[in-house]
């Protein structure tokens, strides 16, 4: 379990983060959502142990992370940041052994696992700058699966990808919380939160807005106090005057 505790982060004298609990539990999918700028890649950033905040603190299994060796934490939190891409030509199994590298050993079968979850085993071969876009980002999701991390966090793996490719990611991670992993994803298509995640937390201006079941958070009152739209008669969000 995966636990943040007061967080407050402020950057150019503006609060970011503002006073946020937040735990997320294994085996579940939760999708973190909200507007441009409400915190949200922020946080992920302060879970994963790569933002430091000015309060408050973050905890796995009742373990401060700051007090973890960082190949430990490595190994036990997982994370894929937005638009991650890779700068060189690797093949796809070479990407995907990256995510070995915090234990220090070969893990073939770690990787031919995190392949076959992706769906790639056919494409193991290929270079990923040969690929597209939506084969190259089930790739950097292999690189995830191969660590074999408890907690899983994913800063809008799902971006630019068309509904067939985002509907299939999101299934691997369906499936990995399913396994027992504590998956937390940023997400902005609310269809998809609400179609594979246990749970939606809501961010807004630096805080939590809502907090709950996908049925219970996704209303139209909550879009229109965090989106500035209503849901109209017909479905369509429409921006508030």
Do not use: Y
Not at 64 to 69: H, K, P, R, T, Y
Not at 132 to 143: F, H, I, K, V
Not at 232 to 240: N, Q, Y
């Amino acid at each position: 379990m995966i636990a943040a505790h007061a967080i407050a982060v402020t950057r150019g004298g503006q609060r970011v983060l503002d006073g946020i609990d937040l735990t997320v539990s294994p085996g579940t999918l939760t999708a973190l959502a909200g507007p441009n700028g409400a915190g949200k890649s922020t946080l992920l950033g302060v879970l994963a142990g790569l933002t430091t905040p000015d309060g408050g603190s973050v905890t796995l299994d009742g373990a401060a992370i700051v007090a973890m060796a960082r190949a430990e934490r490595a190994r036990r939190i997982a994370w894929l940041e937005q638009g991650a891409r890779a700068a060189w030509g690797l093949s796809v199994r070479e990407i995907a052994a990256l995510g070995r590298l915090p234990h220090g050993d070969a893990g073939a079968g770690a990787i031919s696992a995190a392949l076959a979850a992706c769906g790639l085993e056919d494409f193991a071969a290929r270079r990923i700058d040969t690929l597209s876009g939506g084969e190259a980002r089930r790739a950097m999701l292999a690189r995830v699966l191969a660590t074999e991390a408890e907690v899983l966090l994913l800063d809008e793996p799902t971006a630019d990808l068309d509904p067939a490719q985002g509907f299939a990611l999101m299934r691997v991670l369906r499936a990995e919380a399913a396994k027992g992993r504590t998956v937390l994803v940023v997400l902005h298509d609310l269809d998809l939160a609400s179609r594979f995640a246990d749970r939606i937390v809501l961010l807004a201006d630096g805080r939590i807005a809502a907090d709950g079941l996908p049925g219970a958070v996704m209303t139209p009152e909550a879009a229109g106090r965090v989106f500035g739209v209503r849901i109209g008669s017909d479905d369509l969000p429409r921006v508030l005057p």
